[in-house]
């Protein structure tokens, strides 16, 4: 029945599969040769984790709706995947015995009306492609554009669905009255057969090698708090002895990482999410996926010989260079926005690791590293007025804490609270809240540095751990209930860069049990403008803490509260903390600047945050867009006392 | 190509609450943090990417306490080869003068290349060892570079001269040229950049080692002596105007007006 110019459909198809297998095999063998000479990186354990994240985000598409058109249309072209790939089985054992497969009725109505709507979907999609073309697809550090591989593959789909259509005589697409039992449409059937052999083996050469890898990349995505950095080497834990450090060039990548490049789709979902990307420094975090991999390629090639390392451009410098890496602020909106669980920022601070070693580390930032080091604060203020700011809280409340001593909460500041003048006034406030709250705290003075927390995301790893050794020498020598801390960076790295027994919690999440426990007597503002709370990236996207300051916002009487269309998860970086600071990334718009943006877009005339480096942005932010008077930003704690002094209406902080 | 640098260290002051300590002869140094004077960190860095383009080896010399070795581990780290520390009790509190005769007794003798300085010094910055040396060896010196280029046995070297002007000349080797800020891009030396230096052998000199006339070298040998150390007394006059920024202005014009400086 399937025989074909007098050859047996059996023969012919046998041949189909041989070539197909075998060039397949030939390619992926080609593409994951890098993969085998890769860093190590343990992805195993916690199975059932694995596999909920493969059903929710893999197979249940979770992150896909959130760009409804380009989404809806992904979960109709997948499910089409899944639905007809038992079709396209049955027809490759069609040739061998007729009927054996034989999938039923109601399989083969879902069939039909599936083909339909995938048909239809490639149609609005390469309409998209062609016609509309959402800024979102093409990405100005782009030179190459992606839409012929795009439509040459939505094509070979169309190809699939209509050439299936029509070996049976599908009613839905073709109108035809279906065949009559054991007669199909021979060509169709074979061009169907052939078409999707030669779509599996195109799949790997191009950004639709994820049609392959996604799947298992999301199966062995980072099952870290995402503000946990991996560690310089899997496989040598003494940072000493390593020979070299970080990533520059593709095998340095451990084997995870070149997955993910692997695996990107190019949908450019992570820099229209990026805050680098929007305000125009040279930071795109999708090209450095797709640089990587088409770097990858480059180097092991399916033809010909793979090409030393010596005899390509420079990974890190050339094909990505030094300002795109510095430009990020590991914010994770990338990570947060990527459908398949790409990690970047791992990958960005493990080749800022490389450029810290090779010694190649902006001018700007040279000081606020030796004055780490030197001092423990990038402001190089002198170690021993880091707690003076204590002086300002009624007088004897909050200790200095001496080795051996013992207290209920130990305020970590961090060095921005210590030192700098406009956010010592949020320790104050915080601190006077905790002591009116008959919260026993002290705080580690002169002996606490900073914490390393930006220190070690810019890549100087040994830098960090020396001052985190400092800090836990300090830590461990004087007892406690449990940290608490205004600084979100400093939350994230005592929590996660760190190995405390005690909890960490931070200010807002203090602040809402108080509220709870009845113990913050709040008194209504007389105030009718409108606040809304701006998520520092540490506090919400990297550990998940969104409600807590929002309770406590609402909680004040007589405030009004309004949502910024990208809260939450979604939320805009500020600039970045600590060492971002001192950074002179080139851009069109400061971060702050958008943001304070984005509140005003809103109606918002207080922008309440709970970090002192949302803090200081937003307020350069309102002061550089001439919003002095108009807009006020100020911190959690400080609204809060505030409220309990029952002020009307305070002037302005200027 | 031989070339040595010459560093020091010198106490950072920025932020710091300038005291005079009770000899008055010298700053309390409690709050001071030490690094490696800005200007030798640039000559480092000129001395390690001339090597990087011509071969040869680079090392760095400094005279000073049994900290000082700090800043030539920091220099061993950025790339130079071997590193001198030039230390002896008897160099304590050592003038120019002193300081440049203890490095040219170090560097006689020796088949050096090129021999690089920072400009000046960040703590006394009075500019003199570089070319002292120059004239104790007897080499050329070119000052304030701003640009250096090695071609065969000559440099080319850019460097600031009067009235805010710089002129290019050719120098034949061996030269000393020092070395203003500005002239690169010093590379950062990382916290395990230093700890992988940290047991290449760092050779110490003293008077022995240096031939040098064993007793109270320094103040033997010093040309300048420290009567006193005072801060300079706070001045009088000052005066702050205050209003809005119009009502300011006038009041300046009508100040410089009534005082002679219109």
């Known amino acids: 029945m399937y025989d074909i110019l007098g050859v047996s459909g059996a023969a012919v198809q046998t041949l189909l599969l041989l070539l197909a297998a075998s060039a397949l095999t030939y390619i992926l063998r080609r593409r994951f040769g890098l993969l085998r000479l890769a860093a190590a990186e343990p992805r195993g354990g916690h199975w059932g984790e694995r596999l909920r994240r493969l059903l929710v985000i893999g197979f249940g598409q979770a992150r896909q709706p959130r760009y409804l058109v380009a989404g809806v249309l992904h979960i109709i072209l997948f499910a089409g995947f899944l639905v007809l790939s038992l079709r396209s089985l049955s027809l490759m054992v069609e040739p061998y015995a007729p009927g054996f497969l034989s999938l039923g009725e109601p399989y083969a109505t879902l069939k039909d009306w599936t083909g339909l709507l995938v048909l239809l979907s490639c149609v609005v999609a390469a309409w998209r492609r062609v016609v509309v073309k959402p800024a979102r697809y093409h990405d100005r550090h782009a030179s190459q554009s992606h839409t012929a591989e795009a439509l040459l593959i939505l094509g070979l789909i169309a190809v699939l669905m209509i050439a299936d259509a029509l070996i049976d005589g599908s009613f839905w697409l073709t109108g035809l009255s279906p065949n009559p039992p054991g007669e199909i449409n021979l060509p169709a059937f074979w061009i169907h057969n052939t078409t999707i052999l030669i779509f599996l083996c195109l799949l790997p050469l191009g950004k639709h090698f994820h049609v392959i890898t996604a799947l298992p990349n999301v199966f062995l995505s980072n099952l870290n708090p995402s503000g946990k950095i991996k560690p310089p080497s899997y496989s040598e834990s003494n940072f000493d002895a390593l020979e070299s450090v970080g990533v520059s060039k593709l095998e340095d990548f451990t084997w995870k990482q070149t997955l993910d490049a692997y695996s990107c789709v190019d949908c450019g979902r992570c820099s229209d999410h990026c805050p680098a990307y929007a305000t125009g420094t040279p930071l795109s975090p999708r090209m450095l996926s797709i640089k990587t991999r088409d770097a990858a390629y480059a180097a092991y090639p399916i033809l010909g010989n793979i090409v030393p390392p010596q005899e390509r451009p420079a990974l890190v410098g050339e094909t990505i260079t030094d300002a795109e890496l510095w430009s990020c602020t590991t914010c994770g909106a990338c990570e947060e926005a990527c459908p398949v669980m790409i990690e970047y920022i791992d990958r960005i601070v493990d080749m800022r690791r490389f450029l810290v070693d090779d010694g190649r580390l902006p001018a700007a930032l040279q000081k606020p590293l030796a004055a780490l080091e030197k001092r423990g604060n990038p402001y190089g203020k002198m170690a021993r007025k880091r707690g003076e700011w204590v002086a300002e809280v009624a007088p004897g409340e909050v200790r200095i804490l001496a080795p051996g001593e013992s207290c209920e909460a130990l305020y970590f500041t961090d060095s921005c609270a210590a030192f700098d003048p406009r956010v010592q006034q949020t320790a104050v406030a915080f601190a006077n809240i905790l002591t009116q709250a008959g919260v026993n705290t002290a705080t580690l003075g002169a002996e606490e540095v900073d914490s390393g927390h930006e220190a070690r995301r810019f890549g100087e790893e040994g830098l960090f751990m020396a001052l985190r050794e400092k800090n836990m020498e300090a830590l461990e020598s004087r007892s406690f209930q449990r940290i608490v801390t205004s600084d979100p960076h400093a939350l994230n790295s005592l929590r996660n860069d760190y190995t405390i027994q005690q909890p960490v919690v931070h200010h807002s999440q203090v602040l809402a049990e108080l509220l709870q426990a009845g113990k913050l007597p709040l008194q209504a503002l007389a105030d009718h403008r409108r606040y809304t709370f701006h998520d520092p990236c540490y506090l919400g996207r990297h550990n998940g803490e969104y409600q807590n300051p929002r309770s406590v916002l609402e909680a004040i009487p007589g405030i009004q509260t309004v949502e910024m269309e990208r809260s939450r998860k979604r939320s805009f970086c500020c600039g970045g903390g600590s060492l971002n600071l001192f950074q002179e990334t080139e851009c069109d718009r400061r971060m702050g600047e958008m943001r304070v943006d984005m509140a005003a877009d809103v109606g918002a005339e207080v922008v309440v945050t709970a970090c002192p480096f949302c803090l200081v942005n937003l307020e350069d932010a309102v002061k550089t867009t001439g919003r002095e008077g108009a807009m006020e930003i100020i911190d959690l704690a400080e609204l809060v006392q505030r409220s309990i002094n029952g002020a009307e209406q305070q002037p302005l902080e200027v | ?262």
């Not at chain 2, 290449?200 to 320094?218: F, K, T």
């Not at chain 2, 010093?222 to 000052?238: C, H, K, M, S, Y």
Request: hydrophobic share 45%.
């Open chain 2, 1 to 262: 190509m031989e070339i040595y640098v010459c560093i020091k260290r010198v106490a950072d002051t920025s932020e710091v609450e300038i005291e005079v300590d009770r000899s008055g002869l010298a700053l309390e140094e409690a709050d001071f943090s030490w690094d490696i004077n800005e200007w030798d960190n640039f000559a480092v860095e000129a001395a390690v990417q001339l090597k990087e383009q011509h071969g040869g080896t680079v090392t760095a010399i400094t005279v000073g306490g049994e900290d000082d070795e700090e800043v030539l581990r920091r220099a061993l780290a950025m790339g130079c080869d071997q590193a001198l520390h030039c230390y002896d009790p008897a160099f304590e509190k050592a003038d120019a003068w002193a300081i440049a005769t203890i490095l040219a007794a170090a560097l006689k003798g020796r088949a050096i290349d090129l021999l690089l300085f920072g400009a000046v010094s960040a703590d006394e910055g009075r500019g003199q060892v570089g070319g002292l040396v120059a004239g104790l060896l007897d080499l050329p010196l070119v000052s304030l570079a701003t640009a250096l280029t090695v071609d065969g046995a000559k440099a080319i070297v850019q460097h600031e001269v009067e009235n805010g002007l710089e002129r290019v000349r050719e120098v034949d080797l061996p030269a000393v040229i020092t070395v203003q800020t500005g002239i690169n891009e010093p590379r950062y030396v990382s916290v395990r950049g230093i700890r992988k230096v940290a047991a290449m052998d760092i050779p110490v000199h003293g008077v022995a080692e240096l031939g040098l006339a064993a007793e109270n070298y320094a103040s033997q040998t010093n040309r300048i002596t420290l009567e006193e150390l005072f801060l300079p007394p706070q001045g009088v006059g000052a005066q702050i105007l205050e209003g809005s920024n119009e009502e300011m202005m006038n009041q300046l014009i009508q100040l410089l007006q009534e005082n002679g400086g219109l």
